[in-house]
């Protein structure tokens, strides 16, 4: 609930079992903050935490994770920038598949550098605690170094399934206003030890796929869709009027 409050945001779960019954959240951050505008839901052992981005918290943003409605951790901005938009797209990534989510990623799509802009944040998760460890460990920020380009990198996120089958979940991201606003995608990939490499195996371009494309990669489908049937899973890229599966 995104507008919820003076904007403040907020969000609503409603049960499976009885649609009618649901439990609000409103926030109590400062107006504006948008809270909501991203979501996601890791799983540990025992609880399932849900992840919320307010990417216009104090004008930077914030995330936070909440269980049973109530607020358990707060993760601000890494050397915060103003406009930055941390917490525009969060996403839970269960790297080895075993049930457990191992990863919290969290994008800062207008993050701006002389070598680019946009970055993803790279945070563990161990029990009920999300751990960000930048400063010690700069290789949790993944971001394309050597591309000056606005493409506002990290604008959408997605788990994909073990596509290079070793074994390991792999990840996504969209840079919509790359060249020009025609947009490209990259495909980073899931490593032992619940780790995902912060430098690309792949990068997808609107120009490579169809003439006249925008804002490729804007949006980007978290399923293993197997539309041909070969037992490998596609992916869906959302683009400005159109979707294209890969």
């Keep these: ?16 079992n009885n649609p009618k019954s649901q439990d609000s959240f409103e926030s109590t951050l400062d107006a504006d903050s948008y809270l909501g ?18 990417p216009r918290y104090q004008h930077k943003g914030v995330v936070l994770i909440l269980l049973n409605q109530g607020i358990i951790q707060k993760i ?72 000056p380009d606005r493409g506002r990198f990290g604008s959408s996120l997605a788990v994909l399934p073990d596509i290079n089958a070793d074994g390991f979940n792999d990840l996504a991201v969209g840079a919509p206003l790359e060249n020009n606003g025609q947009g490209s995608i990259y495909i980073f990939q899931g490593e032992g030890g619940k780790k995902i490499n912060a430098k690309y195996s792949q ?9 006249g494309l925008k804002l490729f990669g804007i949006s980007i489908s978290q399923s293993s869709y197997d539309q041909s049937g070969d037992g490998l899973p596609d992916l869906a890229v959302g683009s400005k009027g159109k979707v294209i599966l890969l």
């Design 1 to 16: 609930m995104v507008g919820a409050n003076q904007w403040r945001g907020g969000y609503k779960r409603y049960s499976l």
């Design 37 to 54: 505008y991203s979501m996601a839901i890791a799983k540990t052992d025992k609880n399932q935490l849900t992840v919320i981005g307010a």
């Design 76 to 147: 601000n901005p890494y050397q915060s920038q103003t406009g930055e938009y941390f917490g525009a797209e969060v996403c839970a990534m269960d790297v080895d598949s075993d049930g457990v989510t191992d990863l919290i990623l969290i994008s800062a799509p207008m993050f701006k550098e002389n070598d680019g802009e946009g970055r993803v944040y790279v945070c563990g998760l161990t029990r009920l605690t999300v751990s960000c460890n930048f400063i010690d460990n700069p290789s949790l920020i993944i971001k394309l170094k050597g591309i």
């Design 203 to 211: 990068r997808i371009a609107a120009s490579e796929i169809q003439g």
